[in-house]
């Protein structure tokens, strides 16, 4: 183990640790991921997290900012996690990695977040993190809530979508993304573009294509990057009038939650509207 390692481990050693509620249930809680942050926010009370990371607070990305301000900011530096003195960390595969591994060489219990590629690993994900914080109830609770809102139409008429990221990037097959359109009802354009999950689209392979509804993201609005003013391009442009563009936050899909069931419901209720347009 590096020596650097080894201080931090006798450092946190030497303290006297915490014990967990009498129910068993961690009770000095800290995530280093948003994703992390917002299933321990929405799964416990706030007074079992110590910290959460410096993207919980972020509205554009986290839909819990507001319930995350507040609580102590950490950048999943293994420093900052040893002093903290947690009896969990939620994190995942990238972020945090130090900490992680520090965490497990000295006995504490370490919970990776799993990525969701699919509804069903959404719901997944949701339970295995419910019960390692000791709350399967609310697991399910979330879980539900999630599920009310997705009631899986079966359209009569096909409407074709393509969700077009800042830099073009799509989302195909075996993805969360494309689990979510089919679930709202919509025909996914992606695959037929690309083979792969996860593909940057030329704007004008979206153009010759022609989709009738385009899923921007709306999170940064007047601040967006440059990465995003491919959506401002005059080809993109072009689909107006035959394309309906249609913005949502990507927070709503980023990470695994119950806030995925709001995704598939405000897209259901889009494909409806075009569907009984075009039936006009």
Request: some cysteine.
């Amino acid at each position: 183990m590096p020596l650097r390692f080894c201080i931090l481990a006798a450092a946190v050693l030497a303290f006297t640790a915490p014990g967990v509620s009498a129910e068993g249930k961690p009770t000095r809680i800290v995530s280093t991921n948003v994703c992390a942050d917002q299933l321990a926010l929405a799964l416990v009370d706030r007074t079992r997290i110590l910290s959460v990371s410096r993207m919980a607070t972020e509205p554009e990305i986290s839909n819990l900012a507001a319930q995350a301000r507040g609580i102590r900011i950490n950048n999943a530096r293994a420093e900052e996690i040893v002093e903290l003195k947690p009896d969990l960390i939620l994190g995942d595969i990238y972020t945090g990695k130090g900490a992680n591994r520090l965490a497990s060489t000295i006995g504490v219990p370490v919970h990776i977040v799993g990525i969701a590629s699919s509804l069903d690993d959404v719901r997944k994900v949701i339970r295995d993190t419910a019960t390692i914080l000791g709350e399967p109830e609310r697991g399910e609770q979330l879980v539900a809530q999630m599920d009310a809102r997705i009631t899986n139409p079966q359209p009569r008429t096909i409407i074709t979508a393509l969700v077009y990221e800042p830099n073009g990037l799509t989302s195909g097959a075996g993805t969360l993304t494309n689990d979510i359109l089919a679930a709202a009802g919509l025909m996914n354009l992606a695959p037929k573009l690309t083979g792969q999950a996860y593909a940057t689209v030329a704007l004008e392979t979206v153009v010759a294509a022609a989709p009738q509804l385009v899923v921007l993201d709306d999170s940064y609005g007047a601040t967006a990057s440059r990465a995003q003013s491919i959506l401002r391009h005059p080809a993109f442009r072009a689909l107006e009038g035959k394309t309906t563009l249609y913005k949502i936050p990507s927070r709503l899909w980023l990470c695994p939650g119950p806030w995925v069931g709001e995704a598939v419901e405000r897209l259901a209720q889009e494909r409806a509207r075009l569907s009984s347009r075009a039936s006009q």
